[in-house]
Structures are given as structure tokens and as C-alpha cells.
């Protein structure tokens, strides 16, 4: 599975940005990690075929993700944004059905977009 990810930038703290990722084919979860510089690759949000979500505590309320199973694409909506939401964005896609949160669950990766939020 490819994973193209688009949408990162520069905005400002409280400013809005969306995050999009095309798979090559459809796969039961798709979902957004971050990596912040210097910190661990931490879970953001999944999103299964379905339509079943997940959130990590630190996006709730602010981020919301979707798909377009038609399309095989995600999106990650990011409201309120916070200097500390500052990271690369990678989306991630997962064959198995069962929602995991581990980085070492996904198996496919995109290339990671930027997302720089100043004060």
C-alpha cells in the first residue's frame, strides 16, 4: 500500500490547516501519527472503514478525522492549532481489524508533511 500525504504548513496558533492522505487501495484502518523534533512518533487519530474514530487525548475536540472510502483517501481537519501540535504528520494504513495505537502496528506509511504552528 502507497500512502501520498499533502496539507502541511506554517499557520498560525488558533488557525485552522487539513491534512490529506490517498492510498493505492483501500485498508480497513487509516489513521495519522506525529513526530515532533527530538520526541517519540505518537499516535493522533485512526479512522476505520467503517467510520469508527479514535483520538489521542491531546487532539480531542481540535482534530477530526474522515475518509472517502470511494476515494481511499483520509483527512485530518486540525482546528485550534497549538505551537505543541508542531510535528511531521505521517498518515499510516493497517490491513488487520484490530484498532491498535502502536506505532509498530502500521506497516505502511506515508513520507510524512509538515506542520509548523508559531505563537
Known amino acids: 500500500v502507497q500512502l501520498q500525504a499533502s496539507g502541511g504548513g506554517l499557520v498560525q496558533a488558533g488557525g485552522s490547516l487539513r491534512l490529506s492522505c490517498a492510498a493505492s487501495?483501500?485498508?480497513?484502518?487509516m489513521g495519522w501519527f506525529r513526530q515532533a523534533p527530538g520526541e517519540e512518533r505518537l499516535f493522533v487519530a485512526i479512522?476505520?472503514?467503517?467510520?469508527?474514530?479514535d483520538y489521542a487525548d491531546s487532539v480531542k475536540g481540535r482534530f477530526t478525522i474522515s475518509r472517502d472510502n470511494a476515494k481511499n483517501t483520509t483527512y485530518l481537519q486540525m482546528n485550534s492549532l497549538k505551537p505543541e501540535d508542531t510535528a511531521v504528520y505521517y498518515c499510516?494504513?493497517?490491513?488487520?481489524?484490530?484498532?491498535?495505537?502502536?506505532?509498530?502496528?502500521?506497516?505502511?506509511w506515508g513520507q510524512g508533511t509538515l506542520v509548523t504552528v508559531s505563537s
Open positions: 479512522i476505520t472503514s467503517s467510520g469508527h474514530t
Open positions: 487501495e483501500r485498508t480497513y484502518i
Open positions: 499510516v494504513a493497517r490491513r488487520a481489524t484490530v484498532i491498535r495505537f502502536d506505532r509498530y502496528a502500521y506497516n505502511y
